[in-house]
């Protein structure tokens, strides 16, 4: 290798940047865990988005199903339609992102 003379190191190496202490290490590899946690959060978030776009139509049609066999079996509409919102509004309390139906 070819050294220079001035700053008395080898030419070609000074523009990798190693952290020069235990420290700096430790903290490189830090933001390296910090930006792939960040990157695993915003890929679970899509992923759980996307499934949301197809689960609470189904979720809510099945809700409706459900209050559409007791309408026949009771034939009382006020309440079922009170229970309908009930069981959407506790579905709806038991997810972890925001949604809306």
Excluded at 5 to 33: A, C, M, Q, R, W
Excluded at 51 to 78: T, Y
Excluded at 87 to 101: C, D, E, G, K
Aim: charged share 30%; hydrophobic share 35%; proline share 5%.
């Amino acid at each position: 290798m070819v050294r220079d003379p001035i700053d008395n190191k080898e030419v070609g190496y000074d523009e990798i940047n190693h952290p020069s202490t235990f420290e700096g290490l430790e903290e490189k590899i830090l933001e390296y865990i910090m930006k792939l946690t960040k990157e695993q959060e915003e890929a679970d978030y899509n992923e759980n988005t996307r499934h949301r776009g197809w689960f609470f139509p189904l979720l809510k049609s099945s809700a409706k199903l459900m209050i559409c066999s007791k309408k026949a079996v009771n034939g009382n509409d006020l309440y079922l339609d009170k229970d309908l919102e009930n069981i959407i509004h506790a579905w709806s309390n038991q997810l972890p992102f925001p949604f809306s139906i």
